[in-house]
């Protein structure tokens, strides 16, 4: 008779998501997932092809989070500064899981970009003021405000600055406000 299987990709995933988002992915190796499973590395091995494969899985697991949990939060119905808002919000609540994943080097970041990218895209086709901007304009609107949410994030994130939900909605009002009324996009490409 077989032995059961006690250590599912579950387990090793949800292991594999409380080291970065506690440690960062400096500590994302075989061994360290193992020691906080209390195992060996081997159940890892026979679920994951190899750590790429198992970064892979967390990635997918790490945006389905961020889709449903961080950014669905409807707070003044304008699709940017409520993205802008939850981003901030969740780099000021989980600054460890906010460093490993915008700020910090790791082979995820373009799969992470693109996830951030195409998120914008979505909820900004869904509002009826913006979603008939140009392509040109969007990616610009993406760009600039982008920018300036990673940067209050940041700061926030850091403890360098502490604006009120208010201050923020006011700039992030002002920024989308400036970028869709200027024509000349060299300020920001």
Known sequence: MA???TITKDHILNAAYEIVAT???????ARNI???????????????????????????????YLHEEVFSQV???API????????HFAAEEKVLYRSLYVEEHSGGTKLNKFSYDLF?????????LKNLSQEKKEVLFSGTW??????ASLKSGGLINPSDEKIIDLMREVTRGIIENNDYTFIL
């Open 3 to 5: 032995r059961k299987k």
């Open 23 to 29: 440690e960062g992915f400096s500590r994302f190796t």
């Open 34 to 64: 193992a020691s906080k499973m209390k195992c060996s590395t081997q159940p890892i091995y026979l679920e994951f092809k190899n750590m790429d494969d198992l970064k892979n899985a967390l990635f997918d697991k790490i945006e389905g």
């Open 75 to 77: 707070i003044t119905g």
């Open 81 to 88: 500064v409520d993205m802008t808002l939850n981003y901030v």
């Open 121 to 129: 895209m979505e909820k900004i086709s869904g509002d009826e003021k």
């Open 147 to 152: 920018v300036v949410a990673t940067g209050l």
